[in-house]
């Protein structure tokens, strides 16, 4: 079974305040020790609709965190009936 690794709202936070500084995924990816690939998949995960100043996607840890929650919540076997 695979062993997932969920970003707590802290580092969702930090990944946020590094995106609307201007950093890199690339930079993100180094400077927090994660794969450039989770970095890509957080931020798709909490896009809120909206741009930066510089037109890139505006990123939202409360969004992000918010959806983490409900998939955690739809998780397992539906209930009869439900």
């Known amino acids: 079974m695979a062993d997932y690794a969920f970003r707590s709202i802290s580092e969702r936070q ?14 993100i990816a180094g400077e927090m020790g994660l794969s450039l690939s989770s970095v890509y998949t957080e931020l798709r995960r909490g896009y809120d609709g909206t ?9 939202d840890a ?3 965190q918010l959806t983490v929650q409900q998939g955690l919540e739809r998780r397992g076997r539906k209930a009869a009936g439900a």
């Open 14 to 27: 930090k990944i946020q305040s590094m995106w609307d500084a201007g950093a890199s995924a690339k930079d």
């Open 51 to 59: 741009r930066l100043p510089d037109k890139r996607r505006r990123y």
């Open 62 to 64: 409360d969004l992000a």
